[in-house]
């Protein structure tokens, strides 16, 4: 099976498949909890069963990603995402009980909220973490008891194929559909009259579909990315943040949404972090060409752009250091694009890679005067998708969390709540719209529906004076509701 081949998907066939999972959808009626358990367990079992061949397929794709990288964030965090929800979804389900207004509680009028399925989401997932960005947002779906169309991305063919086998092999094509394809596919997907698009992906093709939904106002979320910041404060111990940065900076080689994008720290002590960001390297990779714990760049598309931000950056006056502790060539390479970790240093907004998400092993490091200089600095670009500050200032802490904005935000650790489940995670502005994680991934494929309910001999408007002809009691009930 090709996941690249054109020919699988049509305009027909898209339009088949969406009607298709719509007619069974509306044929089931109510979802029940029974059915969604089941449907989160296969999903489970699909992937439990087959994380050896989902990581060798990763391998493939990327040339070269560590095991350790793939199992963690791509197989364990999908079965974390899946095993919440098939915990929870009972719960999740429950009709929520809301006030009515006084006095018709006192009256018998009953209101409550009750979550229904959306109808047929599609979920586009993106490149480097071409698992787990599936099967997270697919739990929530799910959950919520959706039909769901999926694209994986065409950057990751090999594992968008076996994707795509698997899921054919454990759900009917009405339950969920996969679909393989290139750029081409992928607009087409991004113009059916879905009930809701979850997208992750860099912000420039978040616009393109959230446009496209716009024509069938379709509903979207859009996990996007950024440029994620780190304020290192002067109560930081420098060892300490920076291995901390360098073990999160080199996760899948840089490959993160919420990957440490830049630091800034004053400039009497860029030097120390620098050193000590570089010893941590060191020490977690001594070698990085023939090491199976560092991954590679994921195409030679992306490894020559991340050059071309280090060529750009040497033009305009940047201090670039590569880390290299072996002493390693790095040139030559015939299946893998490693490339080795970078700091960057006297860097300027001029260049490419102070404007653009690096999405590598890049780290450039902005000197301020102070944290309120770099406050500043953060709100004068768009709204990044997570910002971390490291420091013992508790103050300075809340200073930085209160006067920014940001789809999250870290103290002293970055990347890592991504993995839990009891926080949403979300982008804000550029980076994004919506959450999901947990009951909100449930609550982001549902609709929340009021239901206002009267006994079927009481009237509201003959009690309030609302049925004409108006008179004392219409004046009283509006003299009630206009009152200071």
Request: net charge neutral; charged share 25%.
């Amino acid at each position: 099976m090709d996941a690249l081949t054109p020919a699988l998907w049509d305009d027909d066939k898209l339009k088949a498949a969406l009607e298709a999972s719509r007619t069974s959808l509306l044929k089931e009626g109510l979802v029940t909890a029974e059915v969604r358990v089941d449907r989160l367990r296969r999903a489970i079992a699909l992937v439990y069963d087959n994380g050896d061949r989902l990581v060798e397929a990763m391998a493939d794709d990327f040339g070269h990603r560590t095991s350790q990288t793939s199992w963690l964030a791509d197989i364990a965090g999908s079965l974390k995402s899946l095993k919440v929800a098939q915990k929870n979804l009972s719960k999740w389900m429950k009709d929520r009980k809301q006030p009515v207004q006084f006095p018709l509680g006192l009256m018998g009028v009953r209101g409550k909220v009750s979550y229904q399925p959306k109808g047929v989401v599609g979920i586009i997932g993106p490149w480097n973490y071409p698992v787990s960005m599936i099967f997270q947002p697919l739990a929530g779906a799910l959950a919520a008891g959706n039909r769901v169309m999926l694209k994986p991305s065409e950057h990751t063919p090999r594992t968008s194929a076996l994707i795509a086998e698997l899921i054919e092999s454990s759900f009917a094509p009405e339950e969920i559909t996969v679909v393989t394809g290139g750029p081409d596919i992928s607009a087409k997907f991004s113009q059916l009259p879905l009930d809701h698009i979850f997208f992750t992906g860099a912000t420039s093709i978040g616009k393109i579909i959230m446009g496209e939904a716009a024509k069938n106002l379709t509903p979207v979320t859009l996990e996007l990315g950024g440029k994620s910041p780190v304020i290192v404060g002067q109560s930081a111990p420098l060892s300490n943040a920076a291995e901390k940065l360098a073990v999160t900076k080199l996760m899948n080689a840089g490959q993160t949404c919420v990957a440490p994008d830049y630091v800034m720290i004053d400039e009497g002590r860029q030097e120390t972090f620098v050193k000590n960001y570089s010893e941590s390297v060191a020490a977690m990779y001594p070698k990085l060409l023939n090491n199976d714990e560092y991954t590679s760049v994921v195409n030679r598309r992306h490894y020559d752009r991340l050059n071309g931000y280090l060529d750009d950056a040497r033009d305009k006056g940047a201090d670039v250091r590569v880390i290299n502790p072996a002493g390693e060539d790095f040139s030559g390479q015939n299946k893998t694009n490693k490339m080795p970790p970078v700091v960057v240093l006297n860097v300027s907004d001029d260049m490419k890679l102070m404007q653009e998400e690096i999405f590598g092993p890049i780290l450039p490091v902005r000197t301020t005067a102070t944290v309120d200089d770099a406050i500043d600095y953060v709100n004068k670009g768009e709204k990044p998708l997570a910002l971390y500050y490291f420091g013992a200032d508790k103050r300075e802490s809340l200073k930085v969390r209160h006067n920014t904005s940001s789809g999250a935000f870290g103290v002293n650790e970055s990347m890592f709540h991504v993995a839990q489940e009891t926080l949403p995670f979300g982008g804000v502005g550029a980076s994004g719209m919506g959450n999901y994680h947990g009951e909100w991934g449930f609550k982001t494929f549902s609709h929340e529906r009021s239901v206002f309910a009267t006994g079927p001999k009481f009237s509201i408007a003959k009690l309030a004076g609302l049925l004409p002809p108006y008179g004392k009691m219409t004046d009283m009930t509006i003299k009630q509701e206009v009152r200071k």
